[in-house]
């Protein structure tokens, strides 16, 4: 735990059009319940027999998958054959049990950290260090290092292609008070969205109109919103719409809403990004160069009324 696994292995299902598939995530939606309430209720033998579960089926699925494993998967002689098995390049994600403290201190999501994080990882790394080297057959990953590193030594490791979708280049935006973010700009740009959302998200929403005709691939589970075409798209009616459909789904603050079209696209995913949940985080890909130069940059955002425009 605190290796990364999560967030390294959604980018790298984004740079590849790739599923996703976050073992942890998968039993808490199986179960309707998180983790800590899982093993409160049926202890760790409770929770192992369904993260069991959760591996077989996600090793069964047909096609190419990227998939991060819960950190005590090969605690079980069964996960470990399966690992072993299956036609997979396992990697193991390594790193010195100070940095992961660091990564998961205060984190109440993880039951087994108790009170004292690095004392934990410590002794959970000497049980489990021999197993994790023995199903990934050698194929260690350092992650003391910047995520983007890790994923492509993950990359390399795993066997995979590099994406050539041409060079992305980063222009800062100096906001201030911890807001400075990056404009990302090059051909193919769109193709690595899954590498730029915040680790931890679990769900994009997608908003759009009809007559964009690019799609994008976030890597985690996301759904597409469409709204009319044209300025009546940026109506209150339409957010009070998505809004609904976004609660209704289960949207929460982890989790991000992108814009993608024009101008009018961006405008009104930025609302909505704004109001929902008392604000939510938003990456906006400009479709227009309308778009680019001025409705996606700055957080410009807004709707219309009947008495006039952005009001």
Excluded at 151 to 177: H, K, L, M, S
Aim: charged share 25%; glycine share 14%; with cysteine.
């Amino acid at each position: 735990m605190g290796a990364g696994k999560s967030t390294a292995g959604h980018r790298l299902a984004a740079r590849h059009r790739l599923p996703f598939v976050d073992l942890d995530h998968r039993i808490e939606e199986r179960a309707g319940s998180s983790i800590p309430v899982i093993f409160e209720r049926e202890g760790e033998a409770g929770f192992r027999a369904r993260e069991t579960a959760a591996l077989g089926d996600a090793l069964s699925q047909k096609g190419p998958i990227v998939l991060a494993t819960g950190g005590g998967v090969v605690l079980d002689r069964a996960n470990r054959g399966a690992l072993a098995a299956a036609d997979a390049a396992v990697v193991y994600l390594h790193g010195p049990a100070a940095a992961l403290a660091r990564r998961v201190a205060g984190d109440l999501h993880r039951p087994l950290l108790g009170n004292a994080p690095e004392e934990s990882l410590s002794a959970l790394l000497e049980t489990r260090d021999h197993w994790y080297r023995e199903v990934s057959s050698g194929l260690v990953v350092d992650v003391d290092r910047p995520i983007e590193d890790v994923v492509d030594a993950v990359e390399e490791a795993a066997g995979f292609d590099r994406v050539t979708a041409g060079p992305v280049f980063y222009e800062p935006v100096r906001v201030g008070g911890g807001r400075d973010y990056k404009v990302h700009v090059g051909h193919g740009v769109r193709q690595h969205l899954g590498e730029v959302l915040p680790p931890g998200t679990r769900r994009v929403a997608v908003i759009t109109q009809g007559a964009v005709p690019w799609t994008v691939e976030p890597g985690v589970e996301s759904r597409v919103f469409t709204v009319p075409d044209g300025e009546p798209a940026k109506e209150l009616d339409v957010v009070g719409r998505l809004c609904s459909a976004l609660a209704q789904w289960g949207f929460t603050r982890r989790d991000i809403v992108v814009g993608l079209g024009g101008g009018v696209v961006t405008d009104l995913a930025g609302f909505v990004a704004s109001v929902y949940h008392r604000g939510v985080g938003v990456i906006h890909v400009p479709t227009t160069l309308l778009g680019q130069i001025d409705a996606a940059v700055g957080g410009k955002c807004g709707v219309n009324l009947p008495e006039g425009k952005n009001l």
